[in-house]
Each structure stands twice: as structure tokens, then as C-alpha cells.
């Protein structure tokens, strides 16, 4: 039922924000990973997955969750910005920076 799965999807959550507390960033990014498959549409999950994927060191993955969360029409800003200081910095594409920006003030 869809209470079961949002029991399911906070218990997830819950557990991913503990690892992750405790510096267990790997574990972490996997009960969010779970808690996506569980409900697709909530970003809660994505920005932990995120934030997971930063204390990683994966731009990749941080690329992955910023893009996930511009389709899922997040209001945060803050994917708009790591994805602008990865390409622009990181990856030295200003080009595509600046796509990103442009992206973020429409």
C-alpha cells in the first residue's frame, strides 16, 4: 500500500542519514539509492545521494544527482551550482557551464 511505502522510503532515508552522519558515505549513497527506487519523484533522497556522492570525491555520481534532480524540477538551486563549478572548474567546459547557467535563471 502506498503507507507501506512511505514507511518503507523514510525507514530507507533515515538509515542513509545515519551512515552518512557517521562518515559512512558508501553506505549511505546505497539506502538512498533504495529509497529512489522506492519513490522516484521525491528529491529528499537525491539531495542526500548528492551530498553522499561529494563526500566521495565522485563528480561523476555528483553529475548523476544534480542531473536527476533538474528532471525532477527540484526548487533547490544547488544542483544548478555544483553542476556550473564541475564544468567550469573541474572539467574546464565553460561552454556547457554556461548552458547550465543560462538553465538556472529560466
Same mark, same amino acid.
Given at each position: ?44 533522497? $537525491?539531495?542526500?545521494?548528492? $551530498? ?25 538551486? $544547488? ?20 548552458? $547550465? ?6
Amino acid at each position: 500500500s502506498r503507507t507501506e511505502l512511505t514507511i518503507v522510503y523514510s525507514l530507507l532515508v533515515n538509515k542513509g542519514v545515519e551512515l552518512y552522519e557517521n562518515a559512512d558515505h558508501f553506505n549511505a549513497l546505497s539506502y538512498f539509492t533504495q529509497a529512489q527506487q522506492v519513490n522516484p519523484f521525491d528529491t529528499t533522497a $537525491y539531495i542526500y545521494a548528492l $551530498y553522499s556522492a561529494e563526500e566521495m570525491d565522485s563528480h561523476e555520481l555528483v553529475k548523476e544527482y544534480c542531473t536527476q534532480l533538474i528532471k525532477l524540477k527540484s526548487k533547490n538551486p $544547488y544542483p544548478y551550482y555544483r553542476l556550473i563549478d564541475i564544468e567550469f572548474n573541474q572539467e574546464k567546459h565553460p561552454d556547457k557551464a554556461f548552458q $547550465y547557467s543560462d538553465k538556472a535563471v529560466e
